[in-house]
């Protein structure tokens, strides 16, 4: 069974929702749609405050060579274009949307026939996705169409669909699966066509049978689509560890992955690039899971981009009494969150409630250098090291030990059983050491 | 509603405690300890009993008046610093020389450097090893294994790391190997016993609290470079030679438990083997052409000092290191 | 008798040789130094604080030497005195300058900014802030984790367990700026340090829109320009909702502490209101504010 080679780790896996069907997710009254719901700049907004909007109706318009179109998740009205106080608690700039009836425009075809032509060509097929705002809903949320035009000197070899889904609750991708297998397939078809491969191989951790299965009966009607099933580890669904676990080759420090020949995409944003193509269908939904041990009625949402993440509480049989934290996305990378009327947004794949007993983290203790954060390390970093020298300020010792190559899958915190806050401190000395080497850069190019 | 807890990711932990390494440890030094009961008797309880017992109150002594900082003897190292210390030592010795060499480990080899995950030395070997030259008479007189009750036994032999340093050909040869599998051999109370401590070994690497790289590495090369320097007396001499070197003295208790010291190791696979290899060739070296029998002690003490380099030069393979393509 | 004498002879070979390399290696080597260097860092007060913008007090020493005028230098934490004794050994003139003080300006204490929610992860402001807005409210207000008490070299910020926020010993802090450096939030400022330490400032940063400042925080400043309209000496200024003191402008009137609606404006180190004192510079009709202990 196919794994990526350096660390990793075990997580239990609490697919409480897994199997779950997808569920619509009500309306929200008042839609919420952040300006920056993606790496890059935020996008540049288009509308104006008493506009009328419909389901579809460009909001902001991307910014940028690195940015992405923002359409109306709802139709109504409008309202303001002021600032909103999002998860982390910071004030950014949003469009206020007070919700009237559903109605959608014209142009997008909402019937569930599937449509497997595709006529266009590569270009026109970017074009449509960058046109249509698509962006990897995985979690990461850089936009696709970016990721499909990659500079000249590298040539894409094969596609690889990220279907891993190793954080620990998380099933929306999985419930995807189940249910749009076949638009799922058509996606990633014309995703091979605009990067130009024949070969696309969608990698799946065996905790999802019926997944795996699923998708093999399926690819048998599709040429150059290949299943992977993968053993489970932690985490797998990292862009560089993926490409390992399936090409076995391994992104050079600071290089693109596509400088290994394979570009990878999340599986609902191949539905998604399907819905875009074949349906004229902007980003304007996604599937949420809304999952916790004591939530009453957690399930997986078909829910509206900036809807609020009360409502989905609610819709999952709201927020229970003893709950203690609030993650957006999963346990193991995911944002805890103070603020429950914040907008999701396009990468919000989840929303974990953990009881006050899970909630805290353990008093720190001091390093006893176990070595267990080396072992677990999926980069092959020395983590116990990074965040010393981090707190000490040391950030030249930390560059020196390629502290920039961290990918905050939080392996190192997670397995050591001093609970000292490794990952605090790294991600924090990366922030510095990267910014170091920018003013470097900046100042060599002078 | 209790105010939400708002922390950086990960959010979930593997639940592992420094607590639980600690008395994993422990658990796995039961078979030996059940063992040197069998042997050693009432002497081994009382020399284990008092070595933990002075280390822990030490420990929260020091902790509490003179580093003025919260006890920390509930983490089971202190006690885990105890054990290992009494496993080193003859199970007729004075007890009060045991809570001196208690007092050295926890003071001197521990506290000293700031206590737990400070300290250079691994404290239980630093209290024997101080011991062994404060009280050469007595760290060395071993009594007969019996499974006497009282385990007094008083008379003494020599041990055979003593007949494998001065013996000859004919000695080693007669040495029953069965028997220092089982126990049966004269020595420091906890090591004698090969089996007891392969099994706390096993125990330790199903619970994933060590790896194999320390261990391997040291018993490898100890059998390896005592079985070359001894083929010259032939090719059946060399083997039983390595093997009597393996299970001898020391060496187990020292390779599984001591060596493994999570504090005092290195913390790269590389470094472990190297780390390893050293310790099985220093050990050698002084066992063989050395003033003292036994040299596993040493050879660990001076490995653990050499470590920061170690780490410092031996770095874990990074991902993206070897680029592949193809 | 023969061993101990043979023993003697040998070490004392041993060590004539040892000392010749030594003295032929640093004879070969020797660096040629201004002695004023020394003698000038020798004054300073040797905590590598780096207020003075040099890589520490050898570094400032240095410069100190190669300078031409004193002018623009100076050891915020030595101050005029150590300034001055320097410009006597460099034979220069020494260049008066105001000292200056660390002033923190938040006041979002555990009472006037309740605290919404609990912060576990590193204790370190900086990362924090990179985190979310913090464990109130307000987005712009002291985090607590005291970043600031870690960087200062002379021992001069401590939190109050009390208020969670940090507090300046004006006696122990020389104005170096670390602390302004380290935090995050911009919240401590180098300011101006007047007659035995008195100070008003704006002990806020919060830039929203005055009711939501309000609602974070009891002392928030809301932008009202109440003071600015009261300030006889333009030293306030009001931009992005929040209204700002110059102090080297500012004559300590105090006349804004009193008008300001929210309490936002501190007046420190005044004497109580009972006593009058001769010196004060402000004019007697202006009654003093009740916070200006605080």
């Given at each position: 069974m196919k794994t990526f080679k350096i660390g990793g780790v075990h997580?239990?896996?609490?697919?409480?929702?897994?199997?779950?069907?997808i569920t619509t997710a009500p309306l929200p009254q008042q839609a919420i749609i952040l300006l920056s719901q993606h790496i890059g700049a935020p996008a540049q907004c288009v509308v104006e405050k008493g506009a009328h909007v419909k389901v579809g109706t460009l909001l902001a318009q991307a910014n940028g060579f690195v940015s992405a179109n923002i359409h109306s998740p709802v139709s109504g009205v409008v309202s303001k274009i002021d600032s909103v106080v999002d998860g982390s608690g910071y004030a950014k700039p949003a469009i206020y949307i007070n919700v009237e009836g559903d109605e959608w425009e014209d142009s997008i075809d909402r019937s569930n026939t599937l449509v497997k032509e595709c006529n266009l060509d590569a270009k026109a097929i970017i074009d449509k996705i960058a046109q249509m705002g698509i962006v990897g809903i995985g979690g990461a949320t850089f936009p696709t169409q970016v990721k499909l035009m990659p500079p000249p000197n590298m040539k894409p070899e094969v596609l690889i669909i990220n279907a891993v889904e190793c954080e620990p609750y998380l099933t929306n991708d999985h419930a995807l699966m189940l249910e749009k297998a076949d638009e799922i397939m058509v996606g990633v078809e014309i995703l091979m066509k605009a990067i130009h491969v024949t070969k696309a191989y969608i990698g799946i951790e065996i905790n999802k049978p019926d997944a795996i299965d699923l998708l093999k009966e399926k690819s048998l009607e599709h040429q150059g689509i290949e299943i992977v099933p993968l053993q489970c580890k932690y985490p797998q669904g990292g862009e560089k560890q993926l490409i390992d676990a399936i090409i076995n080759r391994q992104v050079a420090s600071g290089a693109l992955p596509v400088s290994t020949g394979a570009v990878v995409q999340n599986v609902a944003t191949a539905y998604a690039v399907y819905e875009a193509v074949q349906k004229n269908k902007p980003l304007i939904e996604r599937v949420v899971t809304v999952t916790g041990k004591s939530l009453q009625n957690p399930g997986n949402f078909l829910s509206r981009i900036g809807a609020s993440l009360s409502l989905l509480i609610e819709a999952a049989g709201g927020l229970p009494e003893d709950t203690g934290k609030i993650v957006l996305g999963g346990p193991m990378m995911g944002r805890a969150t103070a603020n429950i009327e914040a907008p999701t947004g396009k990468g919000t794949s989840g929303i974990l409630i953990l009881t006050d007993d899970e909630a805290h983290r353990p008093d720190a203790s001091p390093c006893i250098r176990c070595a267990k954060c080396v072992a677990a390390c999926p980069m092959g970093l020395e983590p116990y090291l990074l965040s010393k020298v981090v707190a000490m300020g040391n950030y030249d010792v930390a560059e020196s030990h390629h502290i920039y190559d961290c990918i905050e899958c939080g392996c190192c915190s997670f397995s050591c059983p001093a609970n000292r806050p490794l990952l605090d401190y790294i991600r924090h000395g990366k922030g510095k050491v990267m910014a170091i080497m920018r003013a470097r850069n900046a100042n060599d190019k002078k | 509603m209790n105010k939400l807890v708002v922390s950086p990711s990960p959010h979930v932990h593997s639940g592992l405690s420094t607590a639980q390494c600690m008395y994993g440890v422990l658990i796995a030094l039961i078979p030996a300890f059940i063992v040197s009961l069998y042997f050693f008797g009432l002497g081994a309880l009382l020399v284990t009993a008092t070595s933990v017992l002075s280390c822990v109150i030490f420990e929260y002594l020091i902790q509490k008046y003179l580093l003025k900082g919260q006890p920390t003897i509930a983490n089971g190292s202190a006690i885990l610093t105890g054990v290992l210390l009494a496993f080193n030592l003859p199970s007729n010795l004075p007890l009060w020389?045991?809570?001196?060499?208690?007092?050295?480990?926890?003071?001197?080899?521990?506290?000293?450097?700031?206590?737990?995950?400070?300290?250079?030395?691994?404290?239980?070997?630093?209290?024997?090893?101080?011991?062994?030259?404060?009280?050469?008479?007595?760290?060395?007189?071993?009594?007969?294994?019996?499974?006497?009750?009282?385990?007094?036994?008083?008379?003494?032999?020599?041990?055979?790391?003593?007949?494998?340093?001065?013996?000859?050909?004919?000695?080693?040869?007669?040495?029953?190997?069965?028997?220092?599998?089982?126990?049966?051999?004269?020595?420091?109370?906890?090591?004698?016993?090969?089996?007891?401590?392969?099994?706390?070994?096993?125990?330790?690497?199903?619970?994933?609290?060590?790896?194999?790289?320390?261990?391997?590495?040291?018993?490898?090369?100890?059998?390896?470079?005592?079985?070359?320097?001894?083929?010259?007396?032939?090719?059946?001499?060399?083997?039983?030679?390595?093997?009597?070197?393996?299970?001898?003295?020391?060496?187990?208790?020292?390779?599984?438990?001591?060596?493994?010291?999570?504090?005092?190791?290195?913390?790269?696979r590389g470094g472990m083997l190297l780390y390893g290899v050293m310790i099985g060739i220093i050990t050698i070296v002084i066992r063989l052409w050395g003033a003292y029998p036994e040299g596993m002690s040493f050879?660990?003490?001076?490995?653990?000092?050499?470590?920061?380099?170690?780490?410092?030069?031996?770095?874990?393979?990074?991902?993206?290191e070897v680029v592949k393509h193809g | 008798m023969n061993i101990i004498t043979l023993s003697i002879i040998t070490l004392a070979v041993i060590g004539a040789i040892a000392a010749l390399i030594l003295y032929a290696i640093a004879q070969r080597f020797k660096v040629e130094e201004d002695p004023r260097i020394d003698q000038v860092e020798s004054l300073l007060p040797g905590a590598n604080c780096g207020g003075c913008g040099k890589a520490g007090c050898r570094n400032f020493a240095e410069s100190c030497i190669k300078a031409t005028s004193l002018e623009g230098m100076l050891c915020p934490v030595g101050g005029n005195a150590v300034m001055k004794q320097i410009a006597g050994i460099l034979g220069m003139e020494a260049v008066e300058a105001a000292p200056r003080v660390a002033v923190v300006r938040c006041n979002g204490s555990c009472d006037n900014r309740p605290r919404t929610n609990i912060y576990e992860g590193a204790s370190s402001c900086a990362i924090?802030?990179?985190?979310?807005?913090?464990?109130?409210?307000?987005?712009?207000?002291?985090?607590?984790?005291?970043?600031?008490?870690?960087?200062?070299s002379l021992g001069a910020i401590t939190i109050?367990?009390?208020?969670?926020?940090?507090?300046?010993d004006i006696d122990k802090c020389g104005g170096c700026g670390a602390c302004a450096r380290?935090?995050?939030?911009?919240?401590?400022?180098?300011?101006?340090?007047?007659?035995?330490?008195?100070?008003?400032?704006?002990?806020?940063?919060?830039?929203?829109k005055g009711g939501v400042a309000r609602k974070a925080c009891n002392t928030a400043c809301i932008g009202c320009s109440k003071c600015a309209k009261e300030c006889s000496f333009d030293a306030i200024t009001i931009s992005n909702n929040l209204s700002y003191i110059d102090s080297d402008k500012c004559k300590m009137c105090r006349k804004c502490v009193d008008v300001?609606?929210?309490?936002?404006?501190?007046?420190?180190?005044?004497?109580?209101?009972?006593?009058?004192?001769?010196?004060?510079?402000?004019?007697?009709?202006?009654?003093?504010?009740e916070e200006s202990n605080k």
């Open positions: 997580p239990h896996e609490n697919k409480l929702t897994a199997g779950y069907h | 020389i045991v809570v001196i060499g208690a007092l050295f480990a926890i003071g001197i080899g521990k506290m000293a450097f700031g206590g737990l995950g400070s300290n250079i030395f691994n404290p239980a070997l630093a209290g024997r090893i101080f011991l062994l030259i404060s009280f050469p008479q007595q760290m060395t007189t071993w009594p007969r294994p019996s499974n006497l009750p009282m385990g007094l036994d008083a008379e003494t032999g020599a041990t055979t790391l003593n007949v494998l340093k001065y013996g000859n050909v004919e000695d080693i040869i007669s040495i029953d190997v069965m028997e220092m599998l089982v126990g049966n051999a004269g020595g420091s109370f906890g090591e004698v016993s090969a089996i007891a401590l392969l099994i706390g070994f096993a125990y330790m690497l199903w619970r994933r609290i060590i790896t194999w790289h320390i261990p391997v590495s040291i018993i490898a090369t100890v059998f390896l470079f005592s079985f070359f320097i001894s083929i010259e007396k032939g090719l059946e001499f060399a083997l039983i030679f390595a093997e009597l070197q393996v299970f001898s003295g020391g060496l187990l208790l020292g390779a599984i438990f001591m060596a493994t010291d999570y504090v005092t190791s290195p913390t790269t050879a660990i003490f001076i490995m653990n000092g050499v470590t920061p380099l170690i780490n410092n030069y031996m770095k874990p393979k990074r991902f993206g | 924090a802030h990179t985190l979310y807005a913090g464990n109130t409210g307000c987005a712009y207000g002291c985090l607590g984790c005291g970043d600031c008490v870690s960087v200062c109050d367990p009390k208020t969670q926020l940090p507090v300046v380290a935090c995050p939030r911009n919240i401590i400022e180098v300011r101006k340090k007047g007659v035995k330490g008195r100070g008003v400032y704006v002990a806020c940063m919060n830039k929203e300001c609606p929210t309490g936002a404006i501190l007046a420190v180190n005044f004497p109580p209101k009972k006593v009058t004192t001769p010196a004060a510079t402000e004019p007697a009709t202006t009654p003093t504010p």
